[in-house]
């Protein structure tokens, strides 16, 4: 089964529009993760947020944790074209050596 | 510039053929993994690696075997078990297991013809 699951599975936004996409896990964790694939593509690492954090911020990209809920947000502010992409989080089921990953949310920014 | 590659990107196996997917990489990670990605779907974790001749199976290693002779190199074998090969096969490495994010390959995309 699947540790993380996004939402929405699919967003469409204008340039220059805020675009928010979440992911719900399971279990207890020691930190979870952020990946961005472009089509074809492999994963890019974006940001890895610990247990104990609760926001995290690199660049345009904001991911906050709340751990008592069992999810994660992120925020990618000021959307160009080039973040259209899936984007995935990752968990690692605390402490199980292997990341866990959700089934992505598609997202489409229009130019 | 270090990082991964996976070749070759893309790869045909007819019925019955066992098929080998190279991974290698110059990070000098000691932690590899991989993943099989299906359209629309997540990573599934097949076989991962925390050191040099041991590996573990993950959740759908049925069908598939690695080696891990060399830090470097983990290669994968789709074995005629594998009765649905077509996917997107993804490669990562990371510095240990578990608490560092991966650094993952561009991905060889294996179609049975």
């Known amino acids: 089964s699947q540790q993380g699951e996004e939402d929405p599975q699919a967003l469409s936004i204008q340039e220059g529009e805020n675009a928010t996409m979440n992911c719900s896990y399971k279990?207890?964790?020691?930190?979870l993760q952020w990946y961005r694939q472009n089509s074809g593509r492999g994963l890019v690492h974006l940001i890895l947020i610990r247990s104990n954090e609760r926001e995290k911020h690199s660049g345009r990209l904001r991911v906050t944790l709340d751990t008592s809920k069992k999810s994660s947000s992120l925020l990618i502010t000021a959307s160009r074209a080039a973040d259209t992409a899936s984007y995935f989080c990752a968990t690692d089921g605390g402490g199980t050596y292997k990341y866990i990953f959700g089934t992505g949310t598609r997202l489409k920014v229009l130019a | 510039d270090g990082g991964i590659t996976q070749s070759p990107k893309y790869l045909f196996r007819k019925e019955g053929q066992n098929v080998t997917l190279s991974c290698e990489q110059n990070l000098n990670h000691d932690a590899m993994y991989w993943y099989r990605q299906d359209p629309g779907q997540g990573l599934r974790l097949i076989y991962y690696?925390?050191?040099?001749?041991?590996?573990q199976k993950g959740d759908i290693a049925e069908g598939y075997s690695v080696s891990r002779e060399k830090k470097e190199s983990f290669p994968l074998t789709v074995t005629s078990a594998q009765k649905n090969p077509t996917a997107f096969y993804l490669c990562?490495?990371?510095?240990?297991?578990?608490?560092?994010?991966?650094?993952f390959g561009s991905g060889t995309r294996l179609t049975v013809v």
């Open positions: 990562a490495s990371s510095i240990e297991t578990g608490y560092y994010g991966y650094t």
């Open positions: 690696s925390q050191i040099v001749n041991d590996f």
């Open positions: 279990t207890s964790i020691n930190n």
